[in-house]
């Protein structure tokens, strides 16, 4: 069993639509990475969070590091938010990614 | 400027071969790593480096070397390649080292999608 988990592993959505993907890991962390890995392979980095929320444009993330848990919202989302997102937790310096959520948007 | 500049983007090999992926960052940050992502879009980490130091080697078969010349720079080279080795390697770099418990904010490279026959 990974030691990182999300939820939903696929995702099709309308335009429009309000996004959550879920992440839960099964080892105490103190941060947690949030990716994004366009279709055409990159990869780029979200969020680094430790506590609490950040926001950046149409992207929110979320962390509770008690409840091990951190979720990934997207208002109003875009086709171009199409991708799949990647939550990742240390311990320290070793990098454990989830297996994954793949987001499409219709238009 | 590219931030982390990976080469070759693509790398076509037989089995056997011995091949190498060069990795370049302009961020001026402490730590470096190369990860793996197989055919199921998994990422794991391989290898970590902090200042030109070993920090993590994470269960790669010694055929997997990476040699960092100068905090700048992170190649790796896969000896005797074989059909599993087929994957995207991503290197990625980050401003904190090692020891303060925190990664920091990661930035990955373009990948390098080696396929091997």
């Known amino acids: 069993k990974n030691e990182v988990e999300q939820s939903p592993q696929n995702l099709t959505a309308q335009e429009g639509e309000f996004i959550t993907i879920n992440c839960s890991y099964s080892v105490g962390i103190s941060a947690l990475h949030w990716l994004q890995q366009h279709p055409g392979g990159g990869i780029v980095s979200l969020f680094m969070l430790s506590s609490g929320k950040k926001k950046h444009g149409r992207l929110i993330a979320t962390i509770n590091i008690q409840e091990k848990h951190s979720s990934l919202h997207i208002t109003a989302s875009h086709p171009r938010d199409s991708a799949v997102y990647i939550c990742?937790?240390?311990?320290?310096?070793?990098?454990?990614f989830g297996t994954g959520t793949r987001l499409t948007i219709i238009p | 400027d590219t931030a982390v500049s990976q080469t070759p983007k693509y790398l076509v090999t037989q089995m056997g071969n011995d091949k190498s992926i060069k990795c370049e960052q302009n961020?001026?940050?402490?730590?470096m790593y190369w990860y793996k992502q197989d055919s199921k879009k998994f990422l794991k980490i391989m290898f970590s480096?902090?200042?030109?130091?070993?920090?993590i080697n994470e269960t790669v078969p010694n055929r997997f070397s990476p040699k960092s010349p100068d905090k700048a720079h992170l190649n790796l080279h896969i000896n005797s390649l074989e059909l599993g080795d087929s994957a995207v390697y991503f290197c990625?770099?980050?401003?904190?080292?090692?020891?303060?418990?925190?990664?920091?904010?990661?930035?990955f490279g373009e990948g390098s999608r080696l396929t091997v026959l």
């Open positions: 990625a770099s980050s401003p904190q080292g090692h020891g303060t418990g925190l990664t920091g904010e990661l930035f």
């Open positions: 990742a937790g240390p311990p320290g310096e070793k990098l454990t």
């Open positions: 480096y902090n200042n030109k130091e070993l920090i």
């Open positions: 961020l001026g940050h402490d730590t």
